[in-house]
């Protein structure tokens, strides 16, 4: 048996899907206003980890942090509009490949985890929402270590709860390269899924496999 572990959010679960269902008002900014609240999410988390200052803040708060910045950037002031789009983050659409791949492990014995910066709200909501619940065995969060991926006690963090007694002994997935890198360094076995085939941006920090979906996943 072998442990799986899965990032959340652009791995399972498309974050720009709450705006493609919640964003209709926004007319012709919409794509630009989810990528910007996606990249300043990130940002904050990255920013408030290195200078070792994110405890007490939450990726729930940072996540409406980043979509009240991208809307002031782009000229948008709707509360109601808002609370609808923070809404639709906790129903998030899973990628169409993801039932297949967890159904895949699931009859080969294997355990999966979610392993995510979300808070333990977010993503048992989105995983209900999804319902994923049957297939996920463990719901891992960064919450207890006051930290975001990709900081390295993190990951250490996850291998503790993971069930696997050595790091390599993790599959770790995700579509994000940050994310795999952090994983490469920590020293799990990592499975980048690059559905939009992008370049790679981290060559000195490669992944055992870079796959286009969860459907290639091996088991």
Not at 16 to 34: P, Y
Not at 100 to 113: I, M, Y
Request: hydrophobic fraction near 45%; glycine fraction near 8%.
């Amino acid at each position: 048996m072998t442990s799986y572990l899965f990032d959340a959010y652009g791995t399972l679960f498309d974050v720009h899907s709450a705006i493609a269902r919640e964003g209709k008002a926004l007319g012709e900014k919409a794509a630009a206003i989810s990528a910007l609240w996606r990249a300043k999410q990130l940002e904050y988390s990255w920013v408030l980890s290195a200078m070792a200052a994110s405890e007490g803040v939450d990726f729930e708060t940072l996540t409406a942090r980043g979509l009240d910045f991208a809307l002031a950037a782009h000229g948008v002031a709707d509360d109601a509009l808002r609370a609808r789009l923070l809404s639709a983050y906790d129903h998030l659409d899973a990628y169409p490949d993801v039932r297949e791949a967890l159904v895949r492990l699931k009859q080969a014995s294997h355990r999966t985890a979610v392993f995510t910066n979300g808070t333990r709200r977010m993503v048992e909501k989105a995983i209900a929402a999804a319902k994923l619940g049957d297939l996920i065995d463990t719901i891992i969060t960064v919450e207890p270590c006051g930290a975001f991926k990709p900081v390295e006690a993190v990951y250490a963090h996850a291998l503790a709860q993971s069930g696997a007694r050595l790091a390599g002994d993790v599959r770790f997935v995700s579509s994000n390269r940050w994310d795999v890198a952090g994983g490469v360094r920590f020293g799990f076995t990592t499975y980048w899924i690059n559905r939009a085939g992008m370049p790679d941006e981290y060559p000195t920090q490669a992944p055992a496999q870079i796959l286009g979906s969860l459907s290639e996943l091996p088991i």
